[in-house]
T-cell receptor, first 115, second 114 residues
Framework: KQEVTQIPAALSVPEGENLVLNCSFT??????LQWFRQDPGKGLTSLLLIQSSQREQTSGRLNASLDKSSGRSTLYIAASQPGDSATYLCAVRPGPSGGSYIPTFGRGTSLIVHP | DAGVIQSPRHEVTEMGQEVTLRCKPI?????LFWYRQTMMRGLELLIY????????DSGMPEDRFSAKMPNASFSTLKIQPSEPRDSAVYFC????????????FGQGTRLTVV
């Protein structure tokens, strides 16, 4: 059974810092990995989707990397801003041998960026 | 498109009552997912549909839960009878395809069963 762990669970940093959020998974036979952002009381917003054949994806100040063999992904946030404050979740979708489309989510990293 | 639309946004009900949550996926999306989020268990997939057909309902906690998708633009998640432990935020999501595509989430329904 796939298990997804996100470290740290919570993070509080001053504005301007570069951040690294970690996501690890136990079964490397994945199809893709997706990073989401969730604001309090809101749904999930997709940030980046990395296919299993890719090493990284970039969108603005966000960069996500994937090392499938070691079961790890990192989300790098450059020059953090107070507006980045949210919970960040990663979700792993199993590969073809994993059966149906059942993504496994991590518990998230709660980020606070203070001015 | 307005995105995935869920209703109601908040629901408070008494134990034993029937609860129906509603979802309108993004037009043209073939896949629809129902999730539940709690502090204890995080985000869990309950069931998902492909072209209105339920594909995997192994995440549905028990028989009190049922989901339907009568057409491509509407789905319901029903709990009957509801219990306090069902209190959670329920999300609906849709995606245009199964492989290599992103899932788009609704705002969620916060359910409180007292």
């Amino acid at each position: 059974k796939q298990e997804v762990t996100q470290i740290p669970a919570a993070l509080s940093v001053p504005e301007g810092e570069n951040l690294v959020l970690n996501c690890s998974f136990t079964d490397s036979a994945i199809y893709n990995l997706q990073w989401f952002r969730q604001d309090p009381g809101k749904g999930l917003t997709s940030l980046l989707l990395i296919q299993s054949s890719q090493r990284e994806q970039t969108s603005g100040r966000l960069n996500a990397s994937l090392d499938k063999s070691s079961g790890r992904s990192t989300l790098y946030i450059a020059a953090s801003q107070p507006g980045d404050s949210a919970t960040y979740l990663c979700a792993v979708r199993p590969g073809p041998s994993g059966g149906s489309y059942i993504p496994t989510f991590g518990r998230g990293t709660s980020l606070i960026v203070h001015p | 498109d307005a995105g995935v639309i869920q209703s109601p946004r908040h629901e408070v009900t008494e134990m034993g009552q029937e609860v129906t949550l509603r979802c309108k996926p993004i037009s043209g999306h073939d896949y629809l997912f129902w999730y539940r989020q709690t502090m204890m268990r995080g985000l869990e997939l309950l069931i998902y549909f492909n072209n209105n057909v339920p594909i995997d309902d192994s995440g549905m906690p028990e028989d009190r839960f049922s989901a339907k998708m009568p057409n491509a633009s509407f789905s319901t998640l029903k709990i009957q009878p509801s219990e306090p432990r069902d209190s959670a935020v329920y999300f609906c999501a849709s995606s245009p395809g199964n492989s290599n595509t992103e899932a788009f989430f609704g705002q969620g329904t916060r359910l409180t069963v007292v």
